[in-house]
């Protein structure tokens, strides 16, 4: 199954995705990402250096692409059910249309060396105080109850990551059902009482 029309350091890199969602990362020989990707294994080292680089490329790229979106999400919109609701939404949309990509950062992350580890680690920091501050932004203002910023922050994300292990296009709901279904449960479980 030959990936053709893109560059080659992409077919590669789509190769490695698939092989690490469907194998994992130790499972997952060069010399097969290399015959999906149409070329011979040692070609690849003229585009990456090791399956390492293959696997911190996909994790950053896609804790960037994570970050980024609520990064944006934080500048475009001020008032925090606002802010709440469409980092729900940014979070399920992005999981489940590069699912293989990010169950490949959520289960690999033991299969990084130290230093690609700790900035990975970072990247996905980041994310998390993103989301504190949204949620701690939205208690100052009174929108939202008082809690646990950091323990609501990973229910929070674990539940809208965990859209993409059951999420099925073409099945009962669409992506935008479910996002709503979310925000309901979400933010109506935060809500102040006045």
């Not at 896609?62 to 609520?70: D, E, I, P, Q, Y």
């Not at 293989?100 to 990975?120: C, G």
């Not at 935008?176 to 006045?194: P, W």
């Amino acid at each position: 199954m030959r990936l053709e029309g893109a560059p080659m350091r992409e077919q590669i890199l789509e190769a490695a995705v698939q092989m690490f969602a469907e194998y994992g990362y130790h499972a997952a020989p060069l010399r097969d990402i290399a015959r999906i990707a149409g070329i011979q294994a040692a070609s690849i080292y003229h585009h990456y250096p090791n399956k390492q680089a293959l696997l911190v490329e996909i994790m950053e790229t896609h804790m960037v692409r994570l970050n980024a979106a609520l990064q944006h999400v934080l500048e475009v919109y001020d008032e925090p059910l606002q802010r709440l609701s469409e980092a729900i939404s940014s979070h399920i949309r992005l999981h489940t249309t590069y699912k293989n990509e990010f169950f490949i950062v959520d289960t690999e992350i033991r299969a990084l060396e130290p230093e690609n580890k700790a900035h990975i680690l970072a990247l996905r920091d980041t994310y998390e105080k993103l989301v504190q501050e949204i949620l701690r932004d939205g208690i100052e203002r009174k929108v939202f109850r008082p809690g646990d910023v950091k323990v609501t922050s990973y229910a929070i994300i674990a539940m809208c990551t965990e859209v993409a292990t059951w999420f099925r296009p073409g099945g009962r709901l669409s992506v935008l059902q479910v996002i709503e279904i979310y925000r309901q449960i979400i933010i109506e479980g935060l809500l102040a009482t006045h």
